[in-house]
């Protein structure tokens, strides 16, 4: 059974028009898939939290509809035509939906919301499910879980997890929350990317990309799957194995993301085979909030970013060299976090179809909630627990997610295309991973890169299906123009 907030109602018609912003370009990449395929869930992803404790779902509601009437972000919406732009609506309407205890499984549920999908064209990019249980684990009381779905044009993980605090504060205070609009927001963000000088940002990425061929998959061709839809595998390190990783990558001085783009980089030069030095290319996503603009760290928006990481390997070089080569190129890439894959692409006169990265590393990273707030939810008889995430569909055949546990585990999860990669293949892709994530603190300064992939000696490489032709969305919002005005994707690549 599920329960509905009342709704509000939105600016009738013939009243003023609302205010608007030229559409950066998070909403121009994601536009194109608008049109045909809402029902596939495609750029929406959902965080979970665990509530424990009591839960007044009319006082949440109003709490939510607060968060909503302050944060631009919940009352804007993409607007579609030749120059598409961006509406902020005076009102939006919150929607949250209560799941009763015994209603439809959990997975069964997570799957239908996601599928459901979002409306960018309609405010608000964010819905709230509270889905009540009965069996909590540590017998401490009522547990309710709280997922928020949201989509990718408008919305990050990072920005969720921002309007969660804001969430539970206006909970707090009563449904209410204290305090005006937030500023910055989606208009100061937009303010500063039409501020920048591309000028330098395109020195940097034409000198980062080297030419000629760039190996991009981490298997090999092989035949068609004849399995659909996307896929998951996940393998795990222990505590003592993480542990071990993080000693190992510190006292190189590199991060711990740096040994997880190396081992991924490994794999990927083993995919091409090419016998000497060879360049790979992967994607590495970035917050999008280490930028020049005040409070950018508590801005919701679609900041999220990821960039081309491409890096020369040879089997003869030491692993150590690779390792600080991958973070130095991290540290440079940092300045220029605020740039579109699909300019990076123009820029160094690469197709916009994703020739310098087929796959992505990404390692969570969400901000936690300030201590002062964890203390007045506990004095309220509250306590919020996360939930591992569950992503969206990235447009690629492959993505390594990387999520650190709250027990010092380190979870590695293999998202896959199935129709490019199948479950056997994707599995494994995970464990040769997983393996050499393990085999690298047994590694000195002399040890070699050959020498590490030497642990795989042997073992069968995965394998993957050619790209499959797919005709563009009908109904499409950025629809190809005659040559001699330039094409509408031209014109959206052509902001930072």
Request: proline share 10%; net charge positive; glycine share 10%.
């Given at each position: 059974?599920?329960?509905?907030?009342?709704?509000?109602?939105?600016?009738?018609?013939?009243?003023?028009?609302?205010?608007?912003?030229?559409?950066?370009?998070?909403?121009?990449?994601?536009?194109?898939?608008?049109?045909?395929?809402?029902?596939?869930?495609?750029?929406?992803?959902?965080?979970?939290?665990?509530?424990?404790?009591?839960?007044?779902?009319?006082?949440?509601a109003a709490?939510w509809?607060?968060?909503v009437?302050?944060?631009?972000?919940?009352?804007?919406a993409?607007?579609?035509?030749?120059?598409?732009h961006?509406?902020?609506?005076?009102?939006?309407?919150?929607d949250?939906v209560?799941?009763?205890?015994?209603?439809a499984g959990?997975?069964?549920?997570l799957?239908?919301?996601?599928r459901r999908?979002?409306?960018?064209s309609?405010?608000?990019?964010?819905?709230?499910?509270?889905?009540?249980?009965?069996?909590?684990?540590?017998?401490a009381?009522?547990?309710?879980?709280?997922?928020?779905?949201?989509h990718?044009?408008?919305?990050d993980a990072?920005?969720?997890c921002?309007?969660m605090q804001?969430?539970?504060?206006?909970?707090?205070?009563?449904g209410?929350?204290?305090?005006?609009?937030?500023r910055?927001?989606?208009r100061?963000?937009?303010?500063?990317?039409?501020r920048q000088?591309?000028?330098g940002?395109?020195?940097?990425?034409?000198?980062?990309?080297?030419?000629?061929p760039?190996?991009?998959?981490?298997?090999?061709?092989?035949?068609?799957?004849?399995?659909?839809?996307?896929?998951?595998?996940?393998?795990?390190l222990?505590?003592?194995?993480a542990?071990?990783?993080?000693r190992?990558?510190?006292?190189?001085?590199?991060?711990?993301?740096?040994?997880?783009?190396?081992?991924?980089?490994?794999?990927?030069?083993?995919a091409?085979?090419?016998?000497?030095?060879?360049t790979?290319?992967?994607?590495v996503?970035v917050?999008?909030r280490?930028?020049?603009?005040?409070?950018?760290?508590?801005?919701?928006?679609?900041?999220?970013?990821?960039?081309p990481?491409?890096?020369?390997?040879?089997?003869?070089?030491?692993?150590?060299?690779?390792?600080?080569?991958?973070?130095?190129?991290a540290?440079?890439?940092?300045a220029?976090?605020?740039v579109?894959t699909?300019?990076?692409?123009?820029?160094t006169?690469?197709?916009?179809?994703?020739?310098?990265?087929?796959?992505v590393?990404s390692v969570?990273?969400?901000?936690?909630?300030?201590?002062?707030?964890?203390?007045?939810?506990?004095d309220?008889?509250?306590?919020?627990?996360?939930?591992p995430a569950?992503?969206?569909?990235?447009?690629?055949p492959?993505?390594?997610l990387?999520?650190?546990?709250?027990?010092g585990?380190?979870?590695?999860?293999?998202?896959?295309?199935?129709?490019?990669?199948?479950?056997?293949?994707?599995?494994?892709?995970?464990?040769?991973?997983?393996?050499?994530?393990?085999?690298?603190?047994?590694?000195?300064?002399?040890?070699t890169?050959?020498?590490?992939?030497?642990?795989?000696?042997g073992?069968?490489?995965?394998?993957?299906?050619?790209?499959?032709?797919?005709?563009?969305?009908?109904?499409?919002?950025?629809?190809?123009?005659?040559t001699?005005?330039?094409?509408?994707?031209d014109?959206?690549?052509?902001?930072?």
């Open positions: 059974m599920a329960w509905h907030s009342r709704p509000r109602a939105l600016r009738g018609p013939g009243t003023a028009r609302p205010p608007g912003v030229p559409a950066l370009w998070p909403h121009l990449d994601l536009l194109g898939d608008f049109g045909g395929r809402r029902g596939a869930g495609r750029h929406v992803e959902q965080l979970v939290w665990r509530w424990h404790g009591p839960l007044d779902t009319e006082r949440f709490a509809q607060s968060v009437d302050r944060e631009s972000v919940l009352r804007a993409l607007a579609p035509g030749p120059r598409p961006l509406v902020l609506h005076e009102h939006a309407h919150g949250v209560r799941h009763r205890a015994g209603g959990w997975d069964r549920l799957e239908r919301d996601r999908g979002l409306d960018p309609r405010p608000c990019p964010l819905r709230v499910t509270l889905v009540e249980r009965t069996d909590d684990p540590a017998g009381g009522p547990v309710t879980r709280v997922v928020l779905t949201f990718h044009a408008l919305l990072w920005s969720v921002l309007l804001e969430l539970c504060r206006a909970y707090l205070a009563g209410e929350l204290p305090g005006g609009e937030r910055p927001d989606l100061d963000w937009a303010g500063w990317l039409q000088d591309p000028a940002a395109r020195d940097f990425w034409r000198g980062a990309v080297p030419d000629g760039v190996a991009v998959l981490p298997a090999r061709p092989g035949p068609r799957t004849r399995q659909r839809g996307r896929g998951r595998t996940e393998v795990r222990s505590p003592a194995e542990e071990r990783l993080h190992w990558a510190a006292l190189r001085a590199v991060p711990d993301s740096s040994a997880l783009e190396t081992v991924w980089a490994l794999l990927l030069y083993r091409a085979g090419p016998g000497g030095a060879a790979v290319g992967f994607g996503t917050s999008g280490g930028i020049t603009l005040d409070c950018a760290e508590r801005l919701p928006g679609p900041l999220r970013n990821c960039l990481m491409v890096v020369r390997v040879d089997p003869g070089e030491t692993v150590g060299r690779l390792l600080t080569a991958l973070r130095d190129r540290l440079d890439m940092a220029y976090e605020w579109s699909r300019r990076i692409h123009r820029w006169g690469r197709c916009p179809d994703g020739e310098l990265l087929q796959s590393v969570d990273s969400l901000p936690r909630p300030p201590g002062n707030l964890r203390n007045e939810l506990a309220a008889g509250i306590a919020l627990e996360p939930e569950h992503g969206a569909c990235p447009d690629l492959v993505a390594l990387v999520r650190p546990g709250g027990d585990r380190l979870t590695f999860c293999v998202d896959h295309d199935r129709n490019r990669i199948s479950d056997a293949d994707a599995r494994l892709l995970a464990g040769h991973c997983a393996r050499l994530l393990r085999h690298l603190p047994g590694t000195d300064e002399a040890t890169n050959g020498a590490v992939l030497d642990v795989l000696a073992e069968a490489l995965p394998r993957i299906a050619p790209r499959p032709s797919r005709p563009r969305p009908a109904g499409s919002w950025l629809r190809p123009r005659s001699s005005s330039g094409a509408a994707v014109r959206a690549a052509s902001h930072p």
